[in-house]
């Protein structure tokens, strides 16, 4: 297959090296080619053709190795081009060397080595013009170049194994140029280009990326075990002028520097039997300097000033009953922690110990062993696994719990919560089942799944910034408006895959940073600079001149132009790879 087109009637064109198949929009066969044994004078063999050309009064030119040829899809009707019928391609109907870029749609660029000519053809406005390619630029192009646009009038030429030129095509002023190719000892074979207009180029000797010019996203070094990606961190959070972390194996926590991303500390909890074996499994900062750690043992108190720390409860090998979620109220500070014994904790600064709360429903036959907890714009906790509940402080009750959604799906593993209090919403994420919008006053709710162009029904982690959600998932960080619902993704160049990262995802107000892990690196980016502009600059103007006036990007951010000068010229950026 060497081209596929629609024929205007709901059906479609399918070129090949045998011929072409015309086929309805069942594919059902409407009308079939075959250059070997048809009876219709094409004069075409060994390849019937490279690309089909859609032309305004309907038929379609087809070039192939032996010239132009058209296809009427009506009258079902191949015939070659004839002198006069298209005026702008007379000089290559007979010509076996012509290949055929599509710039839009009815605009194209004509390449005949054999005349050593480009042309410019706009099939609707009936618009040419020509450029003469002198030899050393001649003995470059090859029918495998490859062409894509950088802006409306600057094109990249590669040139498989021999380089790559710049083609500028001025459309007002009805001319080509073409610059010197390009030979940096890097002689791409291939390109694409990704989501984020950021170039990739393929070379014999590996891949080649463009370069993110706008430098919205800083990295650190490998900062885990490349052996356990997928066990080397329970979650990030904010502790001071650190980033914290802690491992899901060998009880240890980690210290970044949040502006350096440099490791500071690195902790590990020794029990006083080497046999003990335990995990981080969560941990949340208290006040300037502590950090309360949960692990499938004791709870451990960390002071981040004197680096000491402290077991709760004694150390003990297989034990029945241990914290795995710690929560800090934003609203009285107060401190919470969940058992496995489906028992909630709240801790008393006065006497220095946790207290249960007295819960007058039967928390695990509710919701099943609760995992995780949150506050509502009212302070009151929501705490939740398979299902939630609330718990209304003021009363010190549980007042509600949901366990499914009618008609929809059972609330299996309910997530990480997001709560937006300036619409009075809560938004959580499902096992394996996307996103969920929720007002608990209404009971009513609004999924997100890959249809609304969520990238992944697996999230790993929440966290509201402003009026946006920011979503890590296996696919890759996106971002959704809490007033429109508009979903964001950022791959590779504009955000990272997060392969592996599990819960690694928190915001720094003091900072203004948004930390994450891609490929065992932490990552530290502005959310507003990722919700401004996605994908990578196709040209940035790194000068500006005008008369004695000089502007330099970015050393300087002002331009003046004084006197009568009205002459600016702009120098724009090359493609750093």
């Known amino acids: 297959?060497?081209?596929?087109?629609?024929?205007?009637?709901?059906?479609?064109?399918?070129?090949?090296?045998?011929?072409?198949?015309?086929?309805?929009?069942?594919?059902?066969?409407?009308?079939?080619?075959?250059?070997?044994?048809?009876?219709?004078?094409?004069?075409?063999?060994?390849?019937?053709?490279?690309?089909?050309?859609?032309?305004?009064?309907?038929?379609?030119?087809?070039?192939?190795?032996?010239?132009?040829?058209?296809?009427?899809?009506?009258?079902?009707?191949?015939?070659?081009?004839?002198?006069?019928?298209?005026?702008?391609?007379?000089?290559?109907?007979?010509?076996?060397?012509?290949?055929?870029?599509?710039?839009?749609?009815?605009?194209?660029?004509?390449?005949?080595?054999?005349?050593?000519?480009?042309?410019?053809?706009?099939?609707?406005?009936?618009?040419?013009?020509?450029?003469?390619?002198?030899?050393?630029?001649?003995?470059?192009?090859?029918?495998?170049?490859?062409?894509?646009?950088?802006?409306?009038?600057?094109?990249?030429?590669?040139?498989?194994?021999?380089?790559?030129?710049?083609?500028?095509?001025?459309?007002?002023?009805?001319?080509?140029?073409?610059?010197?190719?390009?030979?940096?000892?890097?002689?791409?074979?291939?390109?694409?280009?990704?989501?984020?207009?950021?170039?990739?180029?393929?070379?014999?000797?590996g891949v080649y990326k463009q370069r993110d010019q706008l430098n919205r996203i800083r990295k650190s070094a490998p900062a885990f075990d490349v052996q356990l990606p997928d066990k080397s961190h329970v979650q990030f959070s904010i502790s001071g002028p650190y980033l914290v972390t802690g491992t899901a194996e060998g009880l240890e926590m980690k210290f970044y520097d949040k502006t350096s991303l440099a490791l500071v500390k690195q902790i590990p909890f020794i029990s006083p039997d080497p046999t003990y074996t335990s995990s981080i499994l969560h941990f949340t900062t208290f006040g300037k300097d502590s950090i309360l750690i949960c692990t499938n043992g004791p709870r451990i108190w960390l002071n981040t000033l004197t680096w000491q720390y402290q077991s709760i409860e004694p150390w003990v090998k297989i034990p029945k009953n241990f914290s795995w979620f710690a929560f800090q109220s934003s609203i009285d500070r107060t401190l919470y922690t969940l058992q496995n014994n489906s028992t909630l904790e709240k801790y008393d600064p006065g006497i220095r110990k946790f207290i249960p709360i007295p819960l007058n429903k039967d928390l695990s036959v509710k919701i099943r062993t609760p995992t995780q907890m949150t506050e509502d714009w009212n302070g009151d906790l929501w705490i939740s696994h398979q299902g939630y509940c609330r718990y209304r402080k003021s009363i010190g009750q549980i007042d509600y719990c949901e366990q499914n959604f009618r008609e929809l799906f059972n609330l299996n593993n309910v997530g990480n919560r997001v709560i937006d209090t300036f619409h009075k919403v809560l938004w959580f994420s499902l096992a394996r089942n996307g996103l969920v919008r929720y007002d608990p006053e209404s009971r009513t709710y609004t999924r997100f799944a890959l249809k609304e162009r969520l990238p992944d029904l697996v999230i790993t982690q929440m966290v509201l910034v402003g009026r946006h959600i920011w979503i890590m998932t296996p696919s890759g960080l996106a971002s959704i408006s809490v007033d429109d619902y508009l979903i964001r993704s950022y791959p590779y160049g504009s955000g990272a895959f997060l392969h592996h990262s599990r819960k690694a995802l928190t915001y720094d107000p003091e900072t203004d940073q948004l930390y994450f892990m891609h490929d065992q690196q932490i990552m530290a980016c502005r959310p507003s600079a990722l919700l401004t502009r996605s994908g990578n600059a196709r040209l940035i103007i790194e000068m500006i001149e005008s008369g004695d006036s000089l502007w330099h990007w970015p050393t300087k951010s002002i331009l003046e132009i004084r006197g009568k000068e009205r002459k600016i010229r702009i120098q724009l950026s090359c493609i750093a790879l």
């Open 1 to 205: 297959m060497t081209d596929v087109c629609g024929d205007g009637h709901d059906g479609l064109i399918l070129l090949s090296r045998s011929g072409f198949l015309h086929v309805d929009s069942r594919f059902s066969k409407k009308y079939e080619y075959i250059h070997l044994d048809s009876i219709q004078p094409m004069g075409i063999s060994s390849s019937f053709g490279r690309v089909m050309i859609p032309m305004p009064d309907g038929q379609f030119v087809i070039a192939g190795n032996h010239g132009l040829s058209t296809y009427n899809p009506l009258k079902k009707l191949t015939t070659p081009l004839y002198p006069g019928i298209y005026p702008a391609l007379d000089a290559f109907i007979s010509d076996r060397s012509i290949n055929v870029f599509e710039l839009s749609p009815f605009e194209y660029l004509f390449f005949s080595r054999h005349q050593s000519t480009l042309m410019y053809y706009h099939t609707v406005r009936d618009v040419n013009f020509s450029l003469s390619i002198d030899m050393e630029t001649l003995d470059r192009l090859r029918w495998n170049t490859q062409l894509y646009a950088i802006c409306d009038s600057l094109y990249y030429l590669l040139l498989p194994g021999k380089g790559t030129m710049d083609l500028i095509i001025d459309r007002s002023g009805h001319r080509m140029a073409l610059n010197k190719p390009q030979d940096t000892g890097v002689l791409p074979i291939t390109m694409l280009v990704d989501a984020d207009q950021r170039l990739w180029l393929g070379t014999h000797n």
